[in-house]
């Protein structure tokens, strides 16, 4: 590799294409076998259309979007990448696994009020009367009430006289006052609460503190919304359902424990093993209705990565780690690890909990139950701040994945480590980016992680909150926003959310013959595409 002396210009090609070879060795997808002749062409025609569409759609000219361009603010940009073909094939894509979200923020946010409608049980308040002037301000609160306690009088949340009395969500939607916009209106308050947009994340809110501050307020509102039996069962059924509809074949899901989910009465609270016990049957139900459409080998079940929020005291942890390890022994094919989840920046660090935490091991030890951290650590642009430096604790208590790892980069001998350990890190572009710890994707570093080798998975952390339902948004921003990025490094990180997944080791060869299967196919698809634009063209 001497640069110096060199005469000949073919010289100094041969040693370029040789500094740059050596230099992308790293990469998942230099790494992997020769591609076959399909996947060379499905490669080259998917880096071809990401050109020619960063040329015609992103830099056409949109009444409400200024500056386009790939990889942009994903709210803004959302209304664009949906228009483009590179969008439309990625949906099509079979994804691998899912392997951070959060339970209570993975449904469509329009769906989620469209269950909670159809509950006579569920009602709704907000502090003040509802004006046009305030509207935007005030926030809406929901609660599920036992029969008994169904208000006799109601005032409506727009009348003058209205004082924070509950009043059922039906009612409350049907008699929405129209100069508020009538139930259309209503819907247009409720999933502005539950949601961030664009004025809020690049404008009103545009700083990871004040972000966060209206992302915790949207928790707020799903935790009332969701957890009541039948809402709760149901928008399980469906997030999972949409999850398959866009290529994804295994999940595991973060879930506060306990989860304090309200029973068909609407009082009494449901234990920890009834939850279990619902997973396992609407996972059952969801696989038998796959197989009776001859679908089975695209849904493999899902487990649960079993959390808490780092604000408890620490004394309060290990009652939770003795609950995990028995719903570890009771439900040992759903429990796929534990966490610690909340904002890192102003929560406690892990070193907070460092006693609790040693002594887990030690009881499983002692239980004869494997449940390994998978800890969320360095989402943060903060460098030796507590929450970057909890990316060193999370490494030593020997964690299988990091969540997020925002800042990871930092780090040199940390990057070392995470691949010699073959710690998978969690990556999470668009709520990395909506939460303001990059302001596009150019510069978020899933570039630079990719280019040192990292094992990288892909995830969606909390869909409902921005729009993000699936992983093709995902993959798109990803992939728009690196030009060394293709289809096939795209397949390497699906193919490592299979491999860094907690299950078995014949799980994962089952998982991934059937991935590779429906991947082949999905090249195939991609190379029809190719004929046929070829043809047009
Ligand atoms: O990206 C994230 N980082 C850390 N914590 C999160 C993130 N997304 C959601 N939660 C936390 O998980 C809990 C619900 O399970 C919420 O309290 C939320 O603060």
Redesign the pocket.
């Known amino acids: 590799m001497v640069i110096n002396g060199i005469q000949k210009s073919s010289e100094y090609l041969k040693q370029r294409e040789e500094l740059i070879n050596h230099d992308r060795a790293l990469r998942a997808d230099h790494k992997r076998d020769p591609l076959s002749p399909a996947e060379t062409i499905a490669d080259q025609f998917i880096r071809k259309l990401r050109a020619t569409e960063a040329s015609t759609i992103w830099s056409a000219d949109y009444p409400s979007i200024p500056h386009p361009f790939p990889g942009m603010e994903f709210l803004t940009g959302r209304s664009i990448i949906t228009k483009t073909k590179i969008y439309s094939i990625l949906s099509k894509m079979p994804k691998g696994a899912i392997l951070h979200s ?4 993975m449904g469509n946010a329009a769906e989620i009020l469209g269950l909670v409608l159809q509950q006579p049980a569920m009602h709704i308040r907000c502090v003040k009367p509802l004006t046009v002037s305030n509207i935007k301000t005030v926030l809406p609160e929901f609660q599920c009430l036992p029969q008994e306690m169904y208000p006799s009088e109601v005032t409506l949340l727009t009348d003058p006289s209205y004082k924070n009395t509950w009043i059922s969500v039906k009612l409350a939607r049907e008699m929405f006052d129209p100069k508020l916009g009538g139930p259309e209106g209503f819907d247009r308050w409720v999933i502005a609460a539950m949601t961030i947009d664009p004025s809020e994340a690049y404008g009103t809110h545009n700083t990871v503190k004040k972000i966060w501050q209206k992302f ?1 307020s949207t ?1 707020g509102l799903y935790e009332r919304m969701l957890h009541y039996v039948p809402i709760f069962q149901e928008y399980f059924r469906r997030f999972i359902l949409s999850a398959i509809e866009d290529g994804i074949s295994y999940l595991e899901i ?3 424990f306990p989860y304090k989910c309200l029973a068909n009465d609407g009082k009494s609270l449901l234990s920890d093993r009834e939850i279990f016990q619902i997973f396992d049957r609407v996972l059952n139900d969801i696989k038998a209705e796959m197989k009776s459409q001859g679908r089975e080998d695209e849904f493999f079940g899902a487990k649960i990565v079993i ?1 808490a ?1 780092r604000m408890i005291p620490v004394q309060d942890l290990e009652p939770r780690l003795r609950n995990c390890i028995a719903l570890k022994k009771e439900f040992p094919h759903l429990i796929a690890g534990f966490d610690l ?4 920046d102003t929560c406690h660090p892990l070193k907070y909990y460092l006693e609790p935490l040693l002594k887990f091991r030690e009881m499983q030890r002692e239980a004869r139950v494997e449940i390994p951290f998978l800890f ?1 650590a360095g ?1 943060t642009f903060g460098d030796g701040t507590e929450a970057d430096m909890n990316l060193y604790d999370a490494t030593l208590l020997g964690t299988k994945r990091i ?2 790892g925002f800042s990871l980069i930092k780090h040199p001998k940390l990057l070392e480590i995470c691949k010699e350990r073959e710690i998978a890190i969690e990556v ?1 572009p668009i ?1 990395n980016e909506v ?1 303001r710890l990059t302001s596009s994707m150019h510069m978020h570093p899933l570039p630079a992680l990719f280019n040192h080798g990292l094992h990288i998975v892909l995830s969606s ?2 869909p409902s909150i921005w729009g993000s339902m699936g992983l093709t948004f995902d993959f798109y921003q990803v992939l728009v926003s690196s030009e060394l990025t293709g289809i096939i490094q795209l397949g390497e990180v699906a193919k490592d959310s299979i491999k860094y997944s907690m299950l078995t080791s014949e799980e994962k060869q089952t998982v991934l013959t059937a991935w590779q299967r429906r991947w082949d196919k999905f090249i195939e698809s991609v190379v029809n595409e190719e004929m046929t634009t070829r043809s047009v063209e």
């Open positions: 959060h339970f209570d923020a915790g928790f973060r879930m506060n959390t929020l989840v909340g904002h890192e969320h989402e969540g997020h999470c709520s939460l952390d909390d």
